[in-house]
């Protein structure tokens, strides 16, 4: 239990569908990460929030699309994947952006797009 | 720009063998250096770290150190036991970065048989 959960564990949705990812850490952390995790190849970031505002968007297709209500709870909104979107989906925390203190990771959500 | 390479895995050793798992970096400066671990159905945790030059970092019996005359941050264990068999990431954070943004390598899996 690193502190950081993922809610649901497992997804699998059609290509028109529209889902949500949930992000929720536990830690009192400012910032906050989604990643993707696709076969054989570096974790890629995805986005960056710092006291929920955005500071990385690493030119993620609009199909993806990020909320941060709070620095507690982090949101992925999908809608119209494709099935080369199918991967783990892990979000992190930190205490701030500047390296010193290292990044907490959820278990990841498993998202298949059929 | 800033890149870690990590040896291609799988590797595969039996219980008590001697592990080495090759990283090397590309930076400006003298980035921040860690291996993370990521055990089967989890997302990604801190197994060490190190901030500069000849520092060595070390946990659960697993020994890095931050050799910058050849960019290098290799990771050893002297016992492995099953338990270890995860996939194991090398990644570095830029020296005064502020964005929060680790690069990681593309991930070695170890296989430890009994």
């Known amino acids: 239990e690193t502190g950081v959960t993922q809610t649901p564990r497992h997804l699998v949705m059609g290509m028109t569908n529209k889902k949500s990812l949930k992000c929720e850490q536990h830690?009192?952390?400012?910032?906050m990460y989604w990643y993707k995790q696709s076969a054989k190849k570096p974790l890629e970031l995805m986005f960056v929030?710092?006291?929920?505002?955005?500071?990385e968007n690493n030119s993620v297709p609009s199909r993806f699309s990020p909320e941060c209500p709070n620095s507690s709870h982090l949101f992925l909104h999908l809608h119209t994947l494709q099935p080369e979107d199918s991967a783990l989906y892990l979000c992190a925390s930190s205490q701030d952006l500047t390296g010193a203190y290292e990044q907490y990771f959820g278990p990841g959500t498993r998202l298949t797009v059929t | 720009g800033n890149s870690v390479t990590q040896m291609e895995g799988p590797v595969t050793l039996s219980e008590e063998a001697f592990l080495t798992i090759n990283c090397t970096y590309t930076a400006t400066g003298y980035p921040s250096l860690f291996w993370y671990v990521q055990y089967p159905g989890e997302g990604l945790q801190l197994l060490l770290k190190?901030?500069?030059?000849?520092d060595k970092g070390s946990n659960k019996g697993f020994e890095a150190t931050y050799r910058k005359e050849t960019t290098s941050f290799h990771l050893e264990k002297g016992s492995v036991q099953v338990s270890d068999s995860a996939v194991y990431f090398c990644a570095l954070f830029p020296r005064g970065g502020n964005t929060g943004k680790l690069i990681f390598g593309q991930g070695t899996t170890l296989q430890v048989k009994p």
């Open positions: 830690l009192g952390h400012n910032a």
């Open positions: 190190a901030t500069k030059a000849d």
């Open positions: 929030y710092n006291f929920k505002e955005q500071t």
